[in-house]
């Protein structure tokens, strides 16, 4: 696997399918530089997350017609990297033994137990049913005030007006 890695990661470095700058010192970032010595963005995946990647990110490049089709898969890609680096803590959930994503909490944590799927986990981070994120035709948008938005059974309350 390694093998495979060295093959091909200057030039998905050099096409973008890889991350290859250096950590910017920040707030935010000096505890992976300080913790592990990690100076680039790449030193944050393990060769198998990185050729995973790279290998996803290689073929969605590839992707021509319709836009709307990479862009979704981008989106993919986007979500398996956040479960799947050495930033990825296991779950604390009881009885639940999956990766976490990395943003869990607003910090850049570097752990001694990262969690890391195998490819076929990852499909659960990158396929998304698109259905449950569009708004249903019988539904009423309206902008509101935050404060003023309640949920009760089912249905949403603005300002004590029913909206189904």
Known sequence: ???LLEE???????QGYLPSRRIVSGYNTEQPVRERGWTYWNHLFNPRQLLLSGSLNERISQIKEPQDCQITCLLGLQRSVDHNSRLSGWSASI????VDHVFA?????TLNNFGARAAIAVKSAFLVNIQDFLVQN???IEPADGRTVNIAHGSLILGGTSKN
């Open 1 to 3: 696997m390694l093998g």
């Open 8 to 14: 091909r990661f200057h030039e998905w470095q050099r």
């Open 95 to 98: 009885g639940k033994e999956i």
């Open 105 to 109: 909490n607003q910090a850049l944590n």
């Open 138 to 140: 019988t539904s009423i």
